[in-house]
Nanobody, 126 residues
């Protein structure tokens, strides 16, 4: 059984950085994809970054150059490095995965992801 647990969300000022982590258990690291989504109340969940198990990544236009997705295959930890945070980045961030490669083109279709974490809250405010 696959389980995803996120952590790292907190309140920060604009311009600061945060690293979100997602520990996965039970996921086949050789044939899977993992992604970060975010959601604010009243809006649809939107994809932020994606990584297939071959190491290829892609990012939403609104975070390119600021966010970076990485995975430590030994520790089974997916991270999202978020730099130069803006108030519009405030959201609940979710880690998602499925047991096959994913289409890395944006926008990501959240309905195609099988496994989800519980979410971690990021608030960017002065």
């Amino acid at each position: 059984q696959v389980k995803l647990v996120e952590s790292g969300g907190e309140s920060v000022e604009p311009g600061r950085s945060l690293v979100l982590s997602c520990v996965s258990t039970g996921l086949d690291s050789s044939n899977s994809c993992m992604a970060w989504f975010r959601q604010v109340p009243g809006k649809q969940r939107e994809g932020v970054a994606i990584r297939n198990s071959d190491g290829r990544t892609n990012y939403a236009r609104f975070v390119k150059g600021r966010f970076s997705i990485r995975r430590d295959d030994v520790k089974s930890i997916l991270t999202l490095q978020m730099n130069n945070l803006e108030s519009d980045d405030s959201a609940t961030y979710y880690c998602a995965a499925r047991g096959t490669f994913c289409d890395r083109s944006f926008p990501l279709d959240f309905t195609t992801y099988t496994f989800w974490g519980q979410g971690t809250q990021v608030t960017v405010s002065s």
